[in-house]
């Protein structure tokens, strides 16, 4: 399945929008949601910009896409490295 990714975010007045993921391959659905809100919550709980904030959720959200199930093995060396421009894909 090939899916496109991205969230947005309304706070403060200003809308902010992640990177696209454009042409996602996607290994299992279940769990692409709690992935993008667990990674929102890290960004709020660091005081990281809304903006980092997003781009934490949209990636973390991307990443468990691609793997089986809906528990993350992703690490934040992996979620940061897709966030600087790496492959949404997991390396195993």
């Known amino acids: 399945l090939i899916n496109n990714w991205a969230a947005i975010a ?12 454009e042409g996602l391959e996607i290994e299992d659905r279940v769990g692409g949601g709690d992935g ?5 919550v890290y960004g709020l709980l660091n005081e990281l910009s809304m ?4 781009d934490f959720g949209a990636t ?3 990443l468990l ?17 897709v966030m600087a421009g790496g492959t949404a894909r997991i390396k195993r």
Do not use: N, P, W
């Open 10 to 21: 309304y706070y403060d007045g200003k809308f902010y929008e992640s990177r696209r993921y």
């Open 65 to 81: 896409q691609s793997t089986r199930g809906d528990t993350s093995m992703i690490t934040l060396d992996e979620v940061k490295h």
């Open 60 to 62: 973390h959200g991307a």
């Open 51 to 54: 903006q980092d904030c997003v």
């Open 36 to 40: 993008f809100c667990s990674g929102m």
